[in-house]
């Protein structure tokens, strides 16, 4: 759909992580394209091959990652392409140094599921009704609302009184939408008792939900690791003579097809699980089908 397959395309770009893998992959969907190269488990999928390296490409890069080695340390990179990595380190007001790729990969898991909670609620209002849904758009003011009052807070963009008045009444409808007005109609304390079960699933599932995003940084970051191992056992056997290149070339070659093939794997499977679990989850997905039954009687 128009908004799982962005996603999807991001989410395998970071999980690779790599620019110099992203350019493998393209040219690899080129020549399924062309049939230059044909493997039947590939069959039919140039396309998406060649898109997905051709995000990896353009990810890898922001991140500054090339074949396991660092572009932002290298010389023969432009200052001007330095100036747009995400690298290093950043420090949160109140709570420390952290990695920026790891806070990058928090931000969009928050940015995925409010997403998805729109979606929820948007869907839910047109099947439902508006009376139906209360519950849901009040957790939608609640975790959105909140999250923008807490960015212009944190960066001081507008004053501490029209903070103030802002988590009043955001915290005042949101409170009678979850707690008083989630079922029109029906008992207020059962209303109440709903609400507060709620609130404990929504409070449990949903930290659960965005450290699940994580995973972005550390299989990006792990691919980078493992590249830069093999670079560096490659060049400890690089001699001056003529003959130290075999081995040489041959560890480079065989480490980095190695990695491109297992990062490969976990940047495909990782984010499906990003976008059936927290994402589906979250938007109030139903998945309805045929029930299992494989077993029939044949009559004579």
Known sequence: TAIVAPFYLLFFAMCLGDAGYGIVLLLFGLMLNKGWVKFAMFEGLGNIISILGAGTIVVGTLLGTFFGMSLYEASWVPQALKNCMIVGDVEVPGLGVFNIQMLLALAIGVFHICLAMTVKAIGYTKRFGFKE???????????VGGIIVAILGVGNLVSPAAIKWAVIIIGALSALAIYIFNTPGRNPLMNIGAGLWDTYNMATGLLGDILSYI????LGLAGGMLGQAFNNLAGMVRGDSVVSLIPFVIILIFGHVLNLLMSSLGAFVHPMRLTFVEYFK???????GAAYNPLTKDKQ
């Open 282 to 288: 979250n938007v109030g997905y139903e998945g309805r």
């Open 215 to 218: 995973r972005l940084f550390a």
């Open 133 to 143: 849904t209360i519950s849901t758009w009040g957790w939608l003011l609640l975790i």
